[in-house]
């Protein structure tokens, strides 16, 4: 198994920036596709952005293409979102996830191991 701990939440103004970082516990972590998801209150957990094993695949949510950019170190075992012009639609519960496949899917279920989630709230 792959253990997930997410940190570099926090409470931001709208218009400020995030920097969210992933860490794995596995020496295999290239061996993963790695997504970013996450749920606000009442609403469904989305898709924000995945990455490919190698660092190539990038794909991102519509809502946040053009402010958030995903990237990774393998080296580090680490996956970081970073996320500038924050909105207060943004505001919600982060979740780190690592799919075993080779492609970088959107779909929750797809990913076999999650971490604990990280709080991100955006103020006006």
């Known amino acids: 198994q792959v253990q997930l701990v997410e940190s570099g939440g926090g409470l931001v103004q709208a218009g400020g920036s995030l920097r969210l970082s992933c860490t794995a516990s596995r020496r295999t972590f290239s061996a993963y596709v790695m997504g970013w998801f996450r749920q606000a209150p009442g609403k469904e957990r989305e898709f924000v952005a995945g990455i490919g094993r190698s660092g190539y695949g990038l794909m991102y949510a519509p809502s946040v293409k053009g402010r958030f950019t995903i990237s990774r170190d393998n080296s580090k075992n680490t996956v970081v979102l970073q996320m500038n012009s924050l909105k207060p639609g943004d505001t919600a519960v982060y979740y780190c996830?690592?799919?075993?496949?080779?492609?970088?899917?959107?779909?929750?279920?797809?990913?076999?191991?999650w971490g604990q989630g990280t709080q991100v709230t955006v103020s006006s």
């Open positions: 996830a690592a799919n075993p496949g080779y492609s970088v899917s959107t779909r929750y279920y797809d990913y076999d191991y």
